[in-house]
């Protein structure tokens, strides 16, 4: 029961913050990532250029799901800049179902920009069902199709350095994020700028996708701190004797 | 439309989450998650044929790379048609997957270790601050903690500093990355929850 205090807490945090934030933007601290993903996007659409928003391979069906949703809350955003763009932007999935709602909402964000009939369905894919064959399938993109930045949001372990080595090998633009510590240090080494931990889920409030998103990054702020607070009083409570 | 769609959605996640809590809502739970295993096992197909209408494309018109594209298609038809006819557990279709995809699967994280060691050199000349200087002697403490050295182990390296880094210093920081993990993993779901986000075509 635990558990659903916490949810239920955090639902209203979520929920009251959400209606403060609608009043009062928040500031935002630098994160050098998004600062790069925010100007590639522009860029990608003055040169005429690609985005490829690597979702990984995670599945939704488990608890993988949480980055390759924040993955696809970036891609709404991103693919609501680019659609008018000559060179739209191509999402690629290493899970079928996570294929499927990639398309759903790159179709979503053509439907907010008012060009639903440039929406091309197969600038959503899946290149593969394993995570190798994911990346496998990925690096193609990156090499072969116009792309001039390689935005890695999601579950990747280490089949993320072969993407972003092709990404390299294309002197493509790589911005990595992922929830697997393994893919966080491969990201960490070969992209660009790479998202460490909770920043991979900061990526909406930063592209400005609402303030729903804002308020999470409130509220993770506001659990953060009970559980440090948390941690520290039980090690004191430890060392007085107390537990 | 729009909002019936939300509205399942949302009702579907509070009742999944709700099954967690109270076991009068267990074997809605239950229903809906073999409902959603189903789908994403049609989804699965429905992916592959994305897979292939894709490589189609490149392949009617000529695009670079084509030939890669017809040989994923071929390759992906035979091996459909096989497991059809044979179905998956039979010897051949074994020979294709433990000699064919495993090997080359392995050969791909063979040529990670190689593409590693090129980005380890290159993080310096890409980033070169105080975070990229701690990472790589990190990284070469720990490989010259666990090698076998021909000269036999450096003193203290392995007993004490690689201990000292992966046990006290690594795990505390993977567990803090982690709990954020988990802290964006929990506020992504309740936006889902509350319809803010929609990943399903809502808005």
Do not use: C
Not at chain 1, 207 to 224: E, F, K, M, N, P
Not at chain 2, 4 to 33: K, N, S, W
Not at chain 2, 55 to 73: D, E, M
Not at chain 2, 174 to 193: D, F, K, N, W, Y
Request: hydrophobic share 50%; glycine share 12%; net charge neutral.
């Amino acid at each position: 029961m635990n558990e659903l205090i916490i949810i239920i807490i955090s639902a209203f945090l979520l929920f009251a913050i959400t209606l403060w934030k609608r009043r009062s933007p928040s500031v935002l601290r630098e994160i050098p990532a998004l600062i790069r993903l925010y100007r590639t996007l522009g860029l990608s659409i003055e040169d005429g250029t690609r985005l490829h928003i690597s979702l990984g391979s995670g599945s939704l069906l488990d608890a993988r799901g949480g980055p390759a949703f924040a993955g696809l809350a970036m891609l709404r955003h991103i693919a609501e800049r680019t659609s008018v763009s000559d060179e739209p932007s191509i999402a690629s999935a290493g899970d079928a179902t996570l294929g499927l709602l990639a398309q759903d909402t790159l179709q979503s964000g053509y439907q907010a920009a008012g060009v639903n009939e440039l929406y091309i369905p197969t600038n959503g894919r899946v290149t593969g069902l394993s995570p190798f064959g994911y990346a496998a399938g990925a690096m193609h993109i990156s090499q072969n199709e116009n792309v001039s930045a390689n935005i890695m949001i999601g579950h990747f372990g280490p089949e993320a350095g072969l993407l972003a080595e092709a990404s390299d090998r294309e002197n493509v633009t790589s911005i990595g994020a992922s929830d697997e510590l393994s893919g966080q240090a491969v990201l960490y080494a070969n992209t660009n700028d790479a998202l460490i931990g909770e920043e991979l889920f900061a990526t909406g409030a930063y592209l400005g996708a609402g303030a729903s998103h804002a308020a999470s990054l409130t509220v993770q702020d506001i659990l953060r701190w009970l559980v440090i607070l948390s941690l520290l009083g039980g090690a004191a409570a430890k060392f007085f004797g107390v537990i | 439309m729009r909002v019936f769609t939300a509205v399942i959605a949302i009702a579907a996640g509070v009742l999944v989450l709700g099954g967690y809590f109270f076991p009068v809502l267990a074997a809605i739970q239950t229903l809906l998650l073999n409902w959603a295993i189903v789908l994403a096992g049609m989804a699965a197909l429905v992916g592959i044929f994305n897979l292939v209408s894709v490589h189609t494309n490149k392949i009617r018109s000529q695009q670079k790379g084509s030939v890669y594209s017809a040989i994923l298609v071929i390759a992906l038809t035979a091996t459909f048609i096989g497991g059809i006819i044979l179905r998956p557990d039979h010897g051949t279709m074994a020979i294709l997957m433990n000699g064919i995809i495993i090997p080359v699967e392995a050969s791909l994280m063979g040529l990670l270790t190689v593409s590693l060691i090129y980005a380890a050199i290159r993080l310096l000349r890409r980033r070169a601050d105080l975070m990229s200087v701690v990472f790589l002697v990190t990284a070469v403490l720990l490989i010259l903690g666990s090698a076998t050295l021909p000269f036999g182990n450096i003193p203290l390296l392995g007993s004490l500093v690689k201990p000292w880094i992966t046990q006290i210093l690594a795990l505390g920081g993977a567990r803090g990355i982690l709990i954020g993990v988990a802290l964006g993993t929990l506020t992504t779901g309740l936006r889902i929850l509350f319809g803010a986000d929609r990943p399903y075509g809502g808005n």
